[in-house]
């Protein structure tokens, strides 16, 4: 059975609701302060919702996050690939939920952001498995070389997904070299998009992003676009896949669970266009809850789909 592999960093939510984010210097009264697992975690409980058996590759910290963290996997049946032992604890991400449902976050790195090689060397991907890497861990100085030798030493054949985040303009360019080179998906926001392709408007987006990128034609661009879907281009074929309409109430991990659910349905052999219409609707889905990890699970996600694209 094909697996999904996931090394996104996994760290804990601190999470507010506020009006609006305050401006420099200013003050807002906020909600009640939540503890919740999120980053990479938000993907991995994505996928494993899907269906998918879902192996986390990543470093969890060994303080109380870390519990928490461990805990969360331990309750999603996420397998963990025990490596050398972590330093610290796990990092967290303060995150800010206007009334717009839209997040804006600060993280604060911990022990998840330093993958060593031996962190690594449990992890024996094969030809059908889905690996997915996060642009954080291409960011992290204490990560990303690791990493990147890891990516290039998978087998021919392994699906490889890559989500460069929110931090995509800072991913040092032999490191973007290194991981496109055997990237089979790319895909970001429309957000993340323009900050690599300044100016270009969205039909020539992913023209743009392709040229910037110097992408392969077999490699897949998928752009986000939030409430109206995505779009998709990949060796000259290219659509745009729908979502549904919803109220949105929180946005936080809607591009993680997109990207978990992608992932699962490929490994359970959907076509691209075809897992991106199940990733449309669980993102939708996902954010009509609060918090991160939001995704729904596969006999909820099959009954908001049409008997045809089960």
């Keep these: 059975m094909s697996r999904v592999i996931s090394t996104g960093s996994i760290i804990v939510d601190l999470t507010v609701t506020v009006p609006a984010v305050p401006e420099p ?31 986390y590759a990543g470093v969890i910290g060994t303080g109380p996050y870390g519990q928490l963290a461990s805990a969360a996997l331990a309750a999603e049946g996420i397998t963990r690939i025990p490596g050398a032992a972590a330093t610290g604890d ?43 890497v996060s642009g954080y861990d291409a960011v992290y100085e204490g990560s990303r070389n690791a990493l990147t030798e890891w990516v290039m030493s998978l087998p021919l054949g392994t699906t490889i997904i890559f989500d460069p985040g929110p931090l995509v303009a800072d991913i040092p360019e032999p490191v973007w070299n290194a991981l496109l080179a055997r990237t089979d998906v790319l895909t970001l926001n429309e957000q993340e998009a323009e900050k690599l392709t300044p100016g270009s ?32 281009r990949s060796n000259g074929a290219h659509g745009h896949v729908s979502a549904p309409r919803v109220v949105a109430v929180d946005t936080t991990g809607a591009g993680d669970t997109h990207t978990g659910t992608m992932a699962a349905a490929l490994a359970e052999g959907f076509d691209l266009p075809t897992a991106l219409r199940r990733a449309n609707v669980a ?15 596969r006999e909820h996600l099959d009954s908001l789909l049409s008997p045809a694209e089960h």
């Excluded at 992408?215 to 661009?221: G, H, I, N, V």
């Excluded at 993102?283 to 699970?297: E, F, L, N």
Aim: with cysteine.
């Design 90 to 132: 796990t990092g967290v991400c303060i995150t800010l939920v206007d009334e717009n449902a839209e997040r804006t976050f600060i993280t604060s790195p911990g022990a998840e952001s330093r993958l060593a090689p031996e962190h690594l060397d449990a992890v024996r991907p094969q030809a059908a498995d889905v690996v997915c």
């Design 25 to 55: 210097g200013g003050d807002v009264l906020a909600s009640p302060l939540q503890a919740l697992v999120g980053g990479g975690f938000n993907l991995a409980a994505a996928a494993s919702r899907h269906g998918a058996h879902v192996v």
């Design 283 to 297: 993102a939708a889905d996902s954010v009509t809850r609060p918090g991160p990890a939001t995704a729904p699970t």
């Design 201 to 232: 408007v969205p039909a020539e987006q992913h023209f743009a992003l392709r040229e910037r990128l110097r992408l392969r034609p077999e490699t897949a661009t998928v752009i986000r676009r939030g409430s109206t879907g995505c779009t998709w």
